[in-house]
Structures are given as C-alpha cells and as structure tokens.
C-alpha cells in the first residue's frame, strides 16, 4: 500500500468546542480571531423563533423557524441545547452540527454554562470545553462599567451575572486567563490542535497500524 | 488586590509526559528537539544497577544504586516503574519525579508500553501519554532494516517487536503520524500547551475567581 492511500485510511471524527466566559472577559473577539485563522471549525447556526432583523441571512446567521416548527423540534429531541431568551426560542439543531462533525470539522459554539450542560449532554465525548476568565479584578469591573451611560442598578445587575456566569468555572475542561488577545487565540489554537490528535477522536486508526503491523 | 498578585495566585502541577513508539518512529529525535525548545520540561532520571559508563554523571545520566538498594526501593514502592533488561535493573524514582511536578514543571518518559502501564497505575492523572506511529509500512521497513549489517534474523526480531510494540497504541491519549520531526515537535508542543491549561492541573483556582466573584 502507497504512502499516500495509507495517510487517507486516518481521518478524524470532528469535535465541538464551547467557549464560555462572564461578559467582558473578551471570549466573542476571541471566538471572532480563531475563525478567521482556522479553516477547520465553523460557528454553529442556532435556530430561532424571532423574526431575521436587515441583513441576516436565513441558514448562515439563523434557522429563522415557526414557533410551531420549533415546538415540533424540540419534542423531536431535534436539539442539541435550546432555550428561552426573552420572548423568543433558540437551539442548536443537531443535524447539520453532525454532518459537520462526520465531515472531520469542527464546529464552535457560544452558549453560556446552561447551554454548555446540556451540549455536555447532547454530545458527550465530542464536546471540547474552554473556560475564559478575565485576567483581574479591576479588569473585570472596568469591562463591566465602562459604559458609562448605564445606571448603578444596570451595573449591579452585569455584575451579579458574571458572578453567576463566573461559578460554572468548575465544570469545564480547560481554562484560559484572557491577558491579551493574541495569546488567548493561540492558547485556543493549541488545545484545538491537541484535541484533534485525541486516539478516540482517529478514523481509520485500527486499520492503518494494522497495515504497518504486517510489512510484506 | 493588584493585578500581579492575582496572577501569582494561579499556578499549576506539572505533568508526566510519556511518548511510546516502535524503534524507527522518531521518537528519540522528536524528544530530543523538545527537551531543546520547552524550558519547562525536563528528562526523567533512571536509577540502575549497571555501572557507570565512561562519561555519564550519576544524578544527571543516572542514579547509580547497588542491587540491595534497588530492591529497598522496589519493596518500599519507591519507583513509578521499574524493570529489568537483561542483567541490569532500572526504575524511575518517584520522589525527584514528585519534587518537579510540585515545582509546576514536567517530566519526560522514554519508556515502552510496559512502562507505561506502570505509570498510569502509578500516576493517574499527572500522566499524558502520547503514540508515535511511523508514516508508513515503506518507512518502517526501510528504518529497521538500514543497518545494512544486520542479519535477517535480527531484522525479523525487530519488526515483530516493532509489531508487538505498536498493538499497544490503543492505551495511549494521543495519536502522532510521524510525517516530519518539525511537524511532530510542533504537535507535541500543542498537546503540552493544552494539558497545561487543563483546570484539574490549575493551582489556586478557586482563590482566583472567588477574588474576582466579589469585586470591591
């Protein structure tokens, strides 16, 4: 057998990542900075009941869904977390992140610590968690008041959520303290690398010791 | 509290890092280049009973120990894994390994997958173990048989231990195709930068964020 045909017996099965973290702690450039720089991971596209605001694209911002269809949906078990938000529902359909995962991609996901549970559910060894953290305190407060306009009770308020946000740390795998940007994306660049190369996520990987294990 | 002290709250326990392979694989090279490029990371020390060679120095190369002090040391459950190979024996000490972790700095293991198994027994979730498979049945062939010298009878008995080594594949966390030892280096970097992320090795964690839960 060639070289070549033997590298194509390895392929990989594709993973999901979840990126959580306290609002402020700069988890969304990061997120925005990995997508751009790597070629094997997608966002994920949730499916909402809301209407498309100007300028959203139906299959690539949202699954823009009937409240009926989504109902349906979810009895169906057809998602793999949802949720209420306000007046409006959101999920993660399972079909097209699984088509993505068999393909040997990777898809990215931006949910907070109750979607994060239920995708842990959902999906088991193929989720892949990050925790970010804010580097400081002072960090922390200044990301969470530096709208100036917003009243004292609006402060509070943010910041009873990232406190809440901030105590699911515990629960996932890996954790990141966002010092600068850069290197928080590379931090992300690395565990993806590291996770892509996991034995149980390898296809083909019986087959092509195998061949090496019999030389003729 | 300031910034810096935050940050010196974080720390993390070092990690044990084993890479097995079949003889042709690359590892030696590919540990080799690494020792070389991560300061943070350092060569685990064997003690022996053989004697000294010319030029080895005992701490660094080994601990050179008796054969009575050996055995002390194997009935006292002192060592992470021990075996004997031919006349001599060998055995990792547990204690230097031990004082390096606490330091929150790495220990690199060449040992077989017998080894291996000793350590995970031995080391639970200190160990990350990664597989070095060659590229190809053409380039394990030609790697085990290019000591021209060699007779077929040699040769034979090193591709079946080539083949019994790598049935053990299995066992291991993470899967390099050694392509190219730049490459392979590369992804045993990302697989350290991750581990070293991970929030089970993170020290002074939960200080951290209960610091940042109650900003003044």
Redesign the interface.
């Known amino acids: ?3 070549s045909k ?2 194509t017996l ?1 392929g990989r099965r594709g993973l999901m990542l979840v990126m959580s973290s306290p609002s402020g702690a700069g988890k969304t450039t990061i997120a925005r900075e990995l997508l751009g720089r790597d070629s094997e991971i997608a966002m994920s596209v949730s499916a909402t009941t809301r209407p498309p605001r100007p300028g959203e694209v139906a299959g690539k911002d949202y699954f823009f869904v009937s409240e009926e269809e989504y109902q349906r949906m979810v009895s169906k078990g057809e998602f793999l977390e949802h949720a209420k938000v306000f007046d409006n529902y959101y999920g993660t359909p399972r079909e097209p992140v699984e088509k993505i995962l068999k393909s040997g991609n990777d898809v990215l996901f931006d949910v907070d610590w109750q979607g994060t549970q239920q995708l842990r559910e959902n999906a088991r060894d193929d989720l892949v968690s990050i ?1 970010v ?9 200044r990301r969470l008041t530096e709208r100036a306009q917003d009243s004292e009770d609006v402060v509070r308020k943010r ?1 009873a959520k ?2 809440d946000e ?2 699911h ?2 629960e ?6 966002n010092h600068e940007i850069d290197e928080s994306v590379e ?1 992300v ?3 993806l ?3 892509r ?3 149980e996520r ?1 296809i083909g ?1 019986h087959e ?2 195998e ?6």
Request: charged share 25%; hydrophobic share 40%; with cysteine.
């Open positions: 057998m060639s070289k033997q590298k390895l925790f953290l804010p580097p400081s305190t002072e960090e922390l407060s910041m990232a406190s901030m105590s740390y515990i996932y795998d890996y954790i990141i303290v931090q660049q690395s565990i690398e590291a996770e190369m996991k034995r390898l990987l092509f010791v061949c090496m294990r019999e030389p003729k």
